[in-house]
């Protein structure tokens, strides 16, 4: 029996858990979390309980590196001191690591109260807990509305959510028939009703430019952008907040992808029709391969269980995972990044948060002849080498350097040095 190791529980790993099963193979899921579901169906892991009863379910599980298919895993929880570590030798590998938000730097956004978008959902979603309770949702693309929904269900006011993109381009991508391809249309009613019974103003091309505070946030300042994001002078605001919910999009998380061996391009996981990357016996599906929502990552998922278990897939499975990548392609076109963003930085406007790496530092480090490339300028300024190891602001030096973000870290995930060294490998 073909034995296949997904990588991930969020709606691409478990759509190939459950067709790699249905094709016969023996399958086993591991993920850094304690339930499954991932982001998108945090708090709702009872429903796949039936799921993970047929395979071998490991959650907080950490894998810290792969070398091809082998899967190298510390269990335990990620802070916990007896965490064991074990090595996997599956038949197939499928890596469904998802992405993380994505936020562009602006001043002030290292005060305490400005939280990523996704974290306050997590916080709303998992814990029940309110970011803050006078709360601004803004940044870039249509994953702010479950946000801002998640928000008001455990009691915050939000003050607005603010969609940098002007309408022009939002309705371009969003049309009639862009929401009814993967049925959206019915999600975007709920999300506009609920705005709508609670007040919540949705602007579009408004940004926020600008955290205001002491010890914590006290003020957002929001101005008007035009279509490439650079700021229209004169149409400042001023919105009273004691949180910030920012995302401008999201970027994948494709270092294990990387330590495998696969290629990227652009970033993202190159993937054949079947899924399969560059590396035989491995396979990537969902946002590491393209942003594009959970309907086309579970449609991903499911294209790479069954190749994973060694059957090939349904043409109806490889049809329906063609019409959610078309969708993708629409939602992108509607919320692009603009390209004027730096405009809204100063000189002492922190970058990179884990090593306060100013933009002034990256433009001086930028135009120093004497130390060119990426690795001098990391080594010159710091920028990415702190704890997050430039997962937060590496596409944001990326863009402001003019290079390319680089996601080859041999060691994927913090690990002990004592975990390291331990010879021992447990059952």
């Avoid at 304690?34 to 169906?41: E, I």
């Avoid at 803050?132 to 009691?155: C, K």
């Avoid at 602001?393 to 002990?416: F, K, S, Y």
Wanted: charged share 20%; hydrophobic share 45%.
């Amino acid at each position: 029996m073909t034995h296949v190791v997904i990588v991930g529980a969020g709606p691409a790993g478990l759509a190939a858990a459950g067709h790699a099963l249905a094709a016969g193979a023996e399958v086993t899921v591991l993920d850094q979390a304690d339930g499954p579901g991932g982001q998108y169906h945090r708090g709702a892991s009872d429903r796949f309980e039936a799921l993970l009863n047929r395979c071998t379910w490991w959650p907080e599980s950490t894998v810290w590196a792969l070398e091809g298919k082998r899967v190298h895993v510390l269990r335990g929880p990620a802070d916990g001191t007896n965490r064991r570590r074990r090595t996997l030798e599956p038949d197939a590998l499928v890596l469904a690591t998802g992405a993380h938000d994505r936020v562009l730097p602006f001043p002030g956004w290292q005060l305490p109260g400005v939280f990523t978008a996704g974290a306050a959902q997590a916080l709303a979603k998992g814990e029940r807990v309110a970011a803050g309770r006078r709360v601004l949702v803004a940044g870039a693309g249509p994953f702010l509305l479950p946000v801002a929904e998640s928000l008001l269900n455990v009691g915050a006011e939000v003050a607005a959510v603010l969609e940098a993109n002007p309408a022009r381009t939002v309705l371009k991508g969003w049309s009639w028939r862009a929401a009814a391809h993967v049925g959206k249309m019915n999600e975007l009613v709920r999300y506009a009703g609920t705005l709508a019974r609670h007040r919540v103003p949705y602007r579009m091309g408004r940004a926020v430019v600008e955290a205001r505070g002491d010890d914590r946030i006290r003020e957002a300042v929001t101005a008007r952008v035009r279509a490439d994001w650079s700021v229209v002078p004169g149409t400042e605001r001023t919105y009273e907040v004691d949180a910030l919910c920012v995302a401008h999009g999201f970027v994948p998380q494709p270092e294990l992808a990387v330590a495998a061996g696969c290629a990227l391009d652009g970033g993202y996981v190159r993937v054949g029709d079947d899924q399969a990357t560059s590396v035989t016996g491995v396979f990537a599906a969902g946002e590491i391969t393209g942003i594009g929502g959970s309907v086309a990552a579970a449609a991903e998922g499911a294209v790479a269980g069954w190749a994973a278990a060694g059957k090939p897939p349904s043409r109806a499975l490889t049809k329906n995972r063609d019409h959610a990548r078309a969708f993708a392609r629409l939602l992108a076109a509607a919320h692009p990044i603009g390209a004027a963003w730096p405009g809204w930085l100063r000189e002492d406007t922190v970058v990179c948060r884990c090593e306060e790496t100013t933009y002034g530092d990256l433009k001086a480090a930028t135009a120093d002849p004497a130390a060119p490339g990426p690795h001098a300028l990391k080594l010159g300024t710091r920028a990415g080498l702190g704890p997050c190891q430039g997962r937060m602001c590496g596409p944001a030096v990326a863009d402001l350097c003019g290079g390319t973000e680089r996601h080859h870290r041999p060691i994927a995930q913090p690990i002990r040095l004592g975990e390291l060294a331990d010879p021992k490998e447990f059952p």
